[in-house]
């Protein structure tokens, strides 16, 4: 099977003919121009060493290595049969805060883009795991199911705002739920021969507004999750900034005395639900090793062959186009404009003029 892996670059090659009749229609004007000027003998003197048709296939040479460089640029390939794809590794799922105490700039910039970069850390260094997004504070929603496409979980993580959820507070209880739940409907289904380890990792600054937590995290291991958690922000807390559309700073979120508000982590409630589901608890610092701790933890549970998938094995033919790109300017820097020999200038008084 053949195709071209980019292919709106060939849409170009459309405006080389174009590109063609305009700069031919521009040398014709100007040559007419010349004359009309000069007149007939003196335009045809100094232009006497000069080849219109060399200088015709020069520019003919560079909309062909034009047109090769546009082929080679959409990345011909041709298929060579399907190949069987197996992944092997742990079901994750990711449930990420997103309750406005996480805009706290207690860790730069804030506690959520800091939280929004070690995500992506993460899942740099995964692999063959099937990966998976839940968002949470008052309430809770799934945002993408088991995959193994990181770039697009990357994408919806950078979108992730207090405004991704439908209610504000923070309750780790609907997170846990969600997350057993998204296992439940997008998971492979262990039996005798197949065993899947399925890892919920709760990112969040600790503070919780609501209570069982401890006990859906005992249910949630009882159903085969185990739940780890990882820390944002400083025993020492932060305000919490509010902003207009343009991102400007208005003042900051006050109570109902008109105090500011400060937000400390709360450390303990997440460590107690990383013991009650089984997992561990780490602390997310600039330059730290909890990404290294998380990933050692999870290279140690048993891992699972998902399910095989079918893959085209594409061989590439870009090279022989560029190649082909570089020959046509070869030759149009070895063709010359001008004529080895050019006749001598004779005057005015030349066969044909008048006296």
Same mark, same amino acid.
């Given at each position: 099977?053949f195709?071209?892996m980019?292919p709106?670059y ?11 009749v305009?700069?031919?229609l521009q040398v014709?004007?100007?040559s007419?121009?010349l004359?009309?000027e000069l007149g007939?003998?003196l335009?045809?003197f100094l232009?006497?060493s000069?080849s219109a048709?060399? /200088?015709v296939?020069k520019f003919?040479?560079e909309l ?7 082929i080679?640029?959409a /990345?011909?390939?041709m298929?060579?049969g399907?190949q069987k794809?197996k992944?092997?590794g742990i079901e994750?799922?990711l449930a990420?805060d997103v309750?406005?105490s996480?805009l706290?700039?207690d ?7 800091f939280?929004?970069r ?12 099937k990966v998976?997004l839940?968002?949470?504070?008052g309430?809770s929603a799934?945002?993408s199911p088991?995959?193994?496409?990181y770039?697009a979980?990357?994408?919806f ?12 507070g923070?309750n780790?209880?609907?997170?846990i ?7 439940? /409907?997008?998971?492979i289904?262990?039996d005798?021969t197949?065993r899947?380890?399925r890892v919920?990792?709760?990112n969040s600054d600790?503070e ?5 937590a ?7 291991k009882?159903?085969?999750?185990s739940?780890f958690?990882l820390?944002?922000g400083t025993?020492? +807390?932060?305000?919490i900034?509010?902003r207009d559309?343009?991102g400007?700073l208005k003042?900051?979120?006050q109570?109902q005395n008109?105090?500011i508000?400060?937000?400390?982590a709360k450390?303990k409630?997440l460590q107690?639900?990383?013991?009650? +589901?089984?997992g ?11 990404i290294?701790a998380l990933?050692k933890?999870?290279n140690?549970l048993?891992k699972?062959?998902f399910?095989?998938s079918l893959?085209?094995?594409y ?9 082909l ?22 005057g005015?008084f ?6």
């Amino acid at each position: 099977m053949f195709r071209f892996m980019n292919p709106e670059y060939l849409y170009l090659i459309a405006l080389i003919p174009v590109i063609y009749v305009v700069v031919r229609l521009q040398v014709s004007r100007r040559s007419k121009k010349l004359k009309k000027e000069l007149g007939d003998n003196l335009s045809v003197f100094l232009t006497s060493s000069y080849s219109a048709k060399r /200088r015709v296939w020069k520019f003919r040479f560079e909309l062909f290595a034009l047109m090769f460089l546009l082929i080679a640029l959409a /990345r011909p390939q041709m298929g060579q049969g399907e190949q069987k794809v197996k992944s092997t590794g742990i079901e994750l799922m990711l449930a990420v805060d997103v309750s406005r105490s996480m805009l706290s700039e207690d860790v730069k910039p804030s506690r959520l883009q800091f939280l929004k970069r070690e995500m992506g850390v993460l899942l740099d260094r995964l692999a063959g795991d099937k990966v998976g997004l839940v968002v949470f504070a008052g309430s809770s929603a799934l945002v993408s199911p088991l995959t193994n496409d990181y770039s697009a979980l990357k994408m919806f993580i950078d979108g992730l705002t207090p405004e991704s959820v439908s209610s504000q507070g923070t309750n780790f209880t609907k997170a846990i739920d969600e997350s057993v739940k998204a296992f439940e /409907r997008g998971g492979i289904e262990s039996d005798e021969t197949i065993r899947v380890s399925r890892v919920l990792l709760i990112n969040s600054d600790g503070e919780d507004n609501e209570e069982g937590a401890l006990k859906a995290a005992e249910e949630a291991k009882k159903k085969g999750v185990s739940i780890f958690s990882l820390g944002f922000g400083t025993a020492k +807390g932060g305000s919490i900034p509010i902003r207009d559309e343009r991102g400007y700073l208005k003042g900051y979120k006050q109570d109902q005395n008109g105090n500011i508000i400060v937000s400390q982590a709360k450390t303990k409630l997440l460590q107690d639900i990383a013991q009650k +589901g089984g997992g561990n608890y780490y602390h997310s610092v600039i330059g730290g090793y909890h990404i290294d701790a998380l990933l050692k933890d999870f290279n140690q549970l048993e891992k699972a062959e998902f399910e095989s998938s079918l893959a085209k094995n594409y061989n590439e033919y870009f090279q022989y186009p560029l190649f082909l790109a570089f020959l046509c300017l070869f030759f149009e820097r070895l063709l010359a404009s001008r004529k080895s020999k050019t006749g001598k200038w004779k005057g005015r008084f030349t066969e044909g003029a008048s006296a």
